[in-house]
């Protein structure tokens, strides 16, 4: 499970993103880092890996924070992933990325308003109000909700304005 604000340990980045796993090698760490497109960001660091995050994760931006994050969820060895608006703060082509990348052999349930991560789901539960209104592929839903096709469009348009 991958919350939108996960808790991170006054601790290395190793073992921020070991804790759930804390047998594992450097090298499943680091797998597991590139997974969640943080890698190059911990490479970076003076002290790589073993850069100390601070309490509550205080020196890593809110994007970084949540890749570590899901890292440590994919690091334990689960069938089933959560991801609670776990990417929120991740530019849009990150997360697509990251969510094209996830282990198949995996059921990923991905809450979000990102629609351009969710267009790449095999089957999106759309929501209004707290209710479902429709399920289905992007393409689907593009045909057959008003409700999707608007807010596509309007985040189609985003795109182009930013």
């Known amino acids: 499970y991958v919350p939108q604000d996960s808790f991170l340990f ?3 980045i190793a073992n921020n993103i070991r804790y759930g796993n804390p047998e594992a090698a450097d090298a499943e760490v680091e797998y597991y880092a590139e997974q969640a497109r943080i890698q190059g960001e911990i490479l970076n660091f003076p002290q790589r890996y073993s850069t100390l995050v601070g309490e509550r994760g ?3 931006s809110g994007g970084q924070r949540q ?3 899901l890292a440590r969820a ?27 990348n996830l282990p198949k052999q995996k059921t990923v349930i991905f ?14 539960i759309l929501m209004d109000r707290g209710q ?5 592929t992007h393409q689907e ?4 909700s008003s409700l999707y096709s608007k807010l596509w469009n309007q985040h189609k348009l985003e795109e182009v304005l930013k």
Do not use: E, Y
Request: hydrophobic letters at 50%.
């Open 10 to 12: 006054s601790a290395s």
């Open 58 to 60: 205080i020196t890593l």
């Open 67 to 69: 890749r570590t994050a």
């Open 74 to 100: 994919l690091l334990v060895d689960s069938p089933i992933l959560l991801l609670d608006d776990a990417l929120s703060s991740v530019d849009n082509q990150t997360a697509t990325s990251i969510l094209a």
């Open 111 to 124: 809450i979000s308003h990102q629609l351009s991560a969710a267009a790449n789901a095999d089957r999106i």
């Open 132 to 136: 479902i209104v429709q399920t289905g």
């Open 141 to 144: 839903l593009l045909t057959t």
